[in-house]
């Protein structure tokens, strides 16, 4: 492999250019996609939005994660955001330090859009990354770009087989390569470029620098938050566009290693990035419809007198989503669900298909029960999303 072949031996770099007129119609879709998300958003209160905004944020915090191969107890992740979020749940899971420490920097970089990107705050969220610095059979430098003189390389396959994906620029290069970066990242930020084109710049040169011993996607990830929050000048966690890459996880690899072996001609990098943006919207988009389809269907439903069982299995029916309440509500279900007997959960069930809260579907043994939704056609997500 020729020492070229790396995008920071490229003639130009650190300079990344890309086609505008190919990124026009791209960069139509995602602000229409955006603009519609934003709108539903201020249609729901601020108790929905906020119960949204912790089904995006713990997909996120787990997607981030999962991407690098780590899996996350989403009890745990779903707990530490409520109480970020003020929201009051009946059992609060413990929460490892480790996912406290994840979440400290997704949320630093949404609440903190307007502060400065600097090495200070960013040696802060990878440490936050790894509170025990590694294990006792890997130890993991934090709190500092990497100083380590063997190559930063990405790579896949067995020992003695492996496929190097990329190789980063050399430890001793990585402080100025960071300056240029940072350097550019706060310059640009009062709109000298279109923000979503920033992000995608922003995320894809800090993936090429690659500064840390470990954690940079995660790092990476979390800037890219930071850009798509300072491009709406809010605080927000709404876009969901880690869910996105790790649902899309191999095409996200090969944009990124197909960029790292070019020339500093980023469109095919940006392209692939903004329809992952639209994607990321519009299953966001979703969710706010699905919140107003509950807000609706209780105020549909608002004289009739429900007892604590069936208000508990008709919540449970509205959390997992319309559609994702697996085979529908059963007797066996319900008795499960409510902590009650057969005899009282057919009597509560009959109530509630009485009063039109429920529709029956088959006969005898074979009978299922959904939520009765007039107008409201699900469709499936194209990702995960956690539900209770």
Known sequence: MSKTSWIWNAPTWPELTFQPERLAQALKS???????LFGKAEAIGATDLADVEREVWSGEAVSTAAIEGETLNLASVRSSIARRLGIT????AAVPRNVEGLLDVMENAAADWDADLTKERLCRWQAALFPAEGTALRHIETGRFRTHEDPMQIVSGPMGKEHVHYVAPPSAAVPAEMHSF????NGTRAGSEDGLVRAGIAHLW????????DG???VGRAILDLALAQDVRTATRLHGVSSELCRRQMQYYDALNRAGRGTGDITDWLEWF???YVDACRATSRLVDESLMRARYWSDHREVALNERQRKVINKMLEAGPGRFEGGLTLR???GIADTSRATAFRDIEDLVKNGLLLAEGTGRGTRYNLALPGWEWKP???DVPVR
């Not at 749940?89 to 609060?92: E, G, I």
């Not at 800090?206 to 011993?213: A, G, L, T």
């Open 89 to 92: 749940v009946d059992v609060m």
């Open 206 to 213: 800090f993936e090429s620098i690659h500064p840390f011993e």
């Open 274 to 276: 903004l329809d992952v």
């Open 182 to 185: 940072l350097k550019w990242f």
């Open 381 to 383: 997500f194209d990702r």
């Open 30 to 36: 995602a602000r229409s996609e955006v603009g519609r």
């Open 216 to 218: 940079n996607g995660r």
């Open 333 to 335: 279900k319900y008795v």
